[in-house]
T-cell receptor
Framework: EDQVTQSPEALRLQEGESSSLNCSYT??????LFWYRQDPGKGPEFLFT???AGEEKEKERLIATLTKKESFLHITAPKPEDSATYLC???????????FGKGTTLSVSS | DSGVTQTPKHLITATGQRVTLRCSPR?????VYWYQQSLDQGLQFLIQ???????AKGNILERFSAQQFPDLHSELNLSSLELGDSALYFC????????????FGSGTRLTVV
């Protein structure tokens, strides 16, 4: 069964304290891994797509990397405005839907 | 504004009732997806439509149904509502299939009392 697991469920950081979020997946023939950011009560907002192992993408303080079994979202010197839930997703085998992990809720305090 | 429009933003209704949620996809997108998000389950895929035709079903209850119209907007119909149906319902759209990722709307928060 296709699955996406994210860890930790919740992460509290001080402003400027860098860390990483993990997303592991079990799906045959990966055709992309997606990271989204979701603020409370709002729709998920697209951040990155990664397609092959070794790929790395960067946006402001976020760096996403991909291996054959997992992806990491590194948050460098976070600010309070980075507080949100970060979701990871992969297409199912049929390509008919994205399967989402339950997310990591990040809280950054000043 | 993501380009995907969902209405209404909030809906409060009683158990046993029926409601309709509406979604207009981003311009140029042919696929529409519906997801349910509850606190304990995360984002759960319900159903996908592509250019007016049902393409895939996920964990959608028989009490729920959807359709996509010729102008590509979609409606999700929820009937015989139960307290457990209270959740955020999101619509997303993409050009073709999920391999290209989605753009999400801002959601409809349904509260069943």
């Amino acid at each position: 069964e296709d699955q996406v697991t994210q860890s930790p469920e919740a992460l509290r950081l001080q402003e400027g304290e860098s860390s990483s979020l993990n997303c592991s997946y079990t799906v045959s023939g990966l055709r992309g891994l997606f990271w989204y950011r979701q603020d409370p009560g709002k729709g998920p907002e697209f951040l990155f797509t990664l397609y092959s192992a070794g790929e790395e993408k960067e946006k402001e303080r976020l760096i996403a990397t991909l291996t054959k079994k997992e992806s990491f979202l590194h948050i460098t010197a976070p600010k309070p405005e980075d507080s949100a839930t970060y979701l990871c997703a992969v297409p199912n085998q049929a390509g008919t839907a994205l399967i989402f992990g339950k997310g990591t809720t990040l809280s950054v305090s000043s | 504004d993501s380009g995907v429009t969902q209405t209404p933003k909030h809906l409060i209704t009683a158990t046993g009732q029926r409601v309709t949620l509406r979604c207009s996809p981003r311009s140029g997108d042919l696929s529409v997806y519906w997801y349910q998000q509850s606190l304990d389950q995360g984002l759960q895929f319900l159903i996908q439509y592509y250019n007016g035709e049902e393409r895939a079903k996920g964990n959608i209850l028989e009490r729920f149904s959807a359709q996509q119209f010729p102008d590509l907007h979609s409606e999700l119909n929820l009937s015989s509502l139960e307290l457990g149906d209270s959740a955020l319902y999101f619509c997303a759209s993409s050009v073709m299939d999920s391999n290209y990722g989605y753009t999400f709307g801002s959601g409809t928060r349904l509260t069943v009392v």
